[in-house]
């Protein structure tokens, strides 16, 4: 394979010198143009190698190539690319970053340095750039493909996990609009319209949902949600959580609605027993807060306490709640 491998050489070295030996017998102005092909013709030269390694698994020996292809030609996206994919295999994953981001300047369509990128920066555990390069590739095929269903779904996604609700609402309105008896969508919008406190159009839409399917026990439950958050119809938010619950009788989430239901009717003792329920199926920092608010209800301090320090424990940060926990502690200060 050596004597292989030394031939193929030999014969890109002699090709080369032709190269150069025709620039010789130019005019001037035709010189500068030769030297510019013999450029090229090295930069080819180096990238064939560098192809031939990498079919070869050779991969430290392609990367020199390509190096040097680099020399001659630094704006070919091809041989930047080619760079990238080389580091990351031998894990120089700084050297596969500089080399990708190049792709994007020389060739902002190319999508293959964006998976490729992403897939270092979760490996990297910095995945907001992740996010970032999936967001970039998704929008490029939304652009391309705009009836592409799935495309909106994951970006509406991406954006929801990353708290971008306006984002996210974008698209799936935009899946509506294709799609506009789908009450999975329909679900997912009246949620993130409830998320950025949009109740006219929460209620309406899963209210829509409901009414197209009977049965949909997320739209059932959230709507219920809604409505015992805001103090508002909680007869019917008692019925459609019950309804939930009826579909899917053993969700921890449906039966912390339920219970915080009970909560806003003044039923303390059932809400408990409904929260004590949700407890056993689902860890939650919403529930463990709600149960709070209830012994709280019952003047049973102690109990407070400790279910609203559990709820920060798993959410920190609950501004709200930090403010309870301060209160309750003023409280029992005076009252001893």
């Given at each position: ?16 010198l032709?190269?150069l ?10 010189a ?7 450029a ?24 020199l ?16 690319l080619?760079?990238?994919v ?9 050297e ?10 020389f ?9 490729l990128l ?36 994951y ?5 929801y996990?990353?708290k ?29 319209y ?32 809604i ?11 008692l ?29 303390f ?18 529930i ?23 709820s920060?424990?798993?959410?920190p940060?609950?501004d ?5 926990i ?8 005076v009252?001893?």
């Open positions: 394979m050596y004597n292989y491998m030394r031939g193929v050489k030999s014969t890109i070295t002699t090709f080369c032709f190269v030996m025709i620039s010789v017998f130019c005019s001037s102005s035709e500068f143009l030769y030297q510019e092909k013999l090229t013709s090295k930069s080819v030269a180096h990238y064939a190698m560098g192809q031939v390694y990498d079919l070869l698994g050779l991969t430290k020996w392609a990367i190539e390509y190096e040097a292809a680099a020399k001659f030609d630094d704006s070919s996206y091809l041989i930047h080619r760079l990238g080389d580091y990351a295999r031998l894990n120089m994953l700084k596969a970053e500089k080399e990708l981001k190049k792709v994007n300047i060739n902002p369509d190319e999508l293959q340095s964006h998976y992403a897939l270092i920066y979760s490996s990297q555990k910095d995945y907001s750039k992740a996010t970032d390069e999936y967001e970039l590739i998704l929008k490029k095929f939304s652009s391309s493909e705009p009836q592409n269903i799935d495309i909106y779904a970006l509406g996604q991406l954006y996990s990353q971008k609700y306006a984002q996210a609402i974008e698209q799936f309105e935009t899946l509506l609009s294709l799609q506009p008896d789908n009450v999975d969508i329909m679900y997912i919008l009246g949620s993130l409830f998320e950025t406190s949009d109740l006219s159009n929460a209620i309406e839409t899963l209210k829509k949902a409901i009414k197209i399917d009977p049965g949909h026990d997320g739209s059932l439950n959230t709507l219920a949600f409505y015992a958050e805001h103090d508002m119809h909680l007869d019917e938010a019925h459609l959580a019950r309804q939930a619950l009826e579909i899917s009788p053993k969700n921890g989430a449906y039966l912390d609605s339920l219970g915080w239901v009970y909560f806003k009717k003044g039923l003792e059932e809400s408990l027993d409904s929260l004590r329920e949700a407890d056993k199926y689902l860890n939650d920092p919403i463990y807060d709600h149960m709070g608010d209830v012994y709280y209800h019952l003047s049973q301090y102690d109990d407070a306490f400790k279910y609203w320090k559990l920060l424990e798993l959410l940060d609950q709200k709640l930090i403010k309870k301060e209160d309750l502690k003023i409280k029992k200060q009252s001893n």
